[in-house]
């Protein structure tokens, strides 16, 4: 069984082994004709689960000739330009070949003893991504699995800062467990649902989130925030963090950073902007100014894997002030001792709330050294072109009916009956919208996003593919119109 480890001795199996993958998967993206197959739970799990782990097969190319069954042949391939489903990008390809070079190495990017270069490069491009978003020379940050767990983080920062200020300011000793229960966030009701899953894991329940309502334009409504911290300071709670979105995960929408910081400020309140998706435009040739007031964040989440064309996972948290990062750290004698950080030794797990990280930066690095901001911020640039023009496609189309103008590439829009159809009822049309997204992604034609708005059903494209076209758009448009038709002529005459 050695003769699998990976080492001196093995290079040679190692090279052809990769080699052999990777015509697979190339000879699998070459012939990729729809974005799914279409298979059903009920087909592929029976398969799945009657595959004997305990038996392997030895053999390479057999094992690679299983794959193609239980996997390669029925994924869901985002590089295809009809996957209009949730925010997967495709991925650019010196990302992929970091990606084969992080997993063979096996850097470990909690300790300096574990990962010399990739410290440093990890430091060198949370610092690039700083300077980008202009939180100044203070600035820190670290990368992680994603944009929950980097909201999660920034969170618990703001949490500390909050229980740290309440309790210096306090006329008598407090504990943090009195403070706890104080402590209030603020985010849109459009934000993404990691906010309130992370204030319910830092022991402060759902309930202490407060939902700001949207404007017509899904952004937040900031006269309602004013009114929010104005009555959580009246009530003595104590404003711990305002979270603003930019790009928003159902309707990209970016809600007004100027004045939320300006209104955080005033509270003395944390800042964080979750810019998961929008995080692209930091690096955009054009649309950059949409984000103005994001250098006045005390935290920002960013999701390479969603708008730099990065493989899964690839995020950072960065925060204004680095000395706020030691909410994170922990000195274990076995890793990272004290002395360490006295001897000025960078180890990454003095600032993250993983131990055992992947050295995930060098995807970016290698993208970065290969093809440069502009390029991927052009490739960003034409997805937000792309989605501009769908939302005119769609805005003219009698079928549908379209929410918001988009800011970023997110359309929401939803089938309306023909007018000549006479009155349907509204539950009707809710189910046939659901319907026509099932049975597209069942045909394997197509797949998009379906989310609630009002309480009503929509469907959604989330546009992350330079090689769609309106053309596709189109397409798409004309198969869901006529899933919907057919269950509501089906549904119709049943109810006649």
Not at 91 to 103: M, T
Not at 106 to 120: A, P
Not at 231 to 244: D, F, I, R, W, Y
């Amino acid at each position: 069984m050695r003769s699998h480890l990976l080492n001196e001795t093995t290079a040679e199996h190692y090279r052809r082994s990769v080699t052999e993958g990777v015509e697979r998967v190339a000879a699998k993206l070459a012939s990729t004709e729809r974005p799914h197959t279409g298979i059903s739970l009920d087909e592929l799990a029976p398969v799945i689960e009657g595959i004997d782990l305990d038996r392997p097969l030895e053999d390479p190319a057999a094992v690679l000739d299983e794959l193609e069954e239980v996997y390669l042949r029925d994924a869901v391939y985002f590089h295809h330009p009809r996957y209009l489903g949730h925010l997967n990008c495709p991925v650019v390809i010196p990302a992929v070949l970091g990606e084969a070079v992080l997993s063979a190495v096996n850097s470990s990017l909690d300790t300096w003893d574990q990962s010399i270069g990739g410290t440093l490069i990890e430091r060198r491009l949370i610092d690039w991504t700083a300077q980008r978003i202009g939180l100044g020379p203070a600035a820190d940050g670290v990368f992680t699995s994603g944009g929950s767990q980097s909201n999660f983080h920034a969170l618990l920062l703001a949490r500390d800062e909050a229980c740290r200020k309440v309790m210096q300011g306090s006329g008598r000793a407090l504990t943090k467990a009195e403070v706890l229960p104080r402590l209030r966030i603020f985010a849109s009701e459009a934000g993404h649902f990691s906010v309130k899953k992370s204030a319910a894991m830092l022991g402060l329940g759902y309930e202490a989130v407060i939902a700001v309502p949207v404007d017509r334009n899904r952004r937040m409504d900031t006269s309602v925030l004013a009114l929010e911290l104005e009555e959580c300071a009246a009530e003595g709670l104590v404003p711990m963090a305002v979270v603003a979105t930019a790009g928003t995960t159902d309707f990209g929408s970016i809600d007004p950073l100027p004045e939320i910081s300006r209104l955080a400020a005033e509270h003395g309140t944390w800042m964080h902007v979750d810019a998961a998706y929008g995080c692209g435009l930091l690096v955009s040739p054009t649309r950059r100014h949409l984000l103005d007031g994001i250098e006045a964040a005390d935290s920002v989440t960013v999701d390479y894997h969603k708008s730099f064309f990065q493989p899964v996972s690839s995020s950072a948290v960065l925060v204004r002030d680095r000395d706020t990062l030691r909410h994170a750290t922990y000195h274990a004698d076995y890793l990272n001792p004290r002395r360490m950080a006295e001897e000025r030794i960078p180890n990454q797990v003095d600032k993250s709330i993983q131990t055992t990280r992947r050295f995930d930066a060098l995807k970016l690095w290698m993208t970065l050294r290969t093809m440069g901001a502009d390029g991927i911020g052009s490739l960003f640039d034409e997805v937000v072109d792309l989605a501009a023009a769908g939302w005119e496609l769609i805005d003219a189309d009698p079928r549908f009916e379209v929410v918001v103008r988009p800011q970023i590439s997110t359309l929401v829009f939803r089938y309306v009956p023909r007018p000549d159809a006479g009155e349907v009822r509204a539950d009707l049309v809710d189910e046939a919208n659901l319907h026509a997204r099932k049975a597209l992604f069942a045909s394997g034609e197509a797949v998009v996003a379906g989310t609630k708005v009002d309480g009503d059903q929509y469907l959604k494209f989330t546009l992350l593919n330079p090689q769609t076209t309106t053309a596709d758009i189109a397409a798409v448009l004309d198969l869901l119109a006529s899933h919907a038709e057919q269950y509501l002529g089906e549904s119709l005459a049943v109810v006649s």
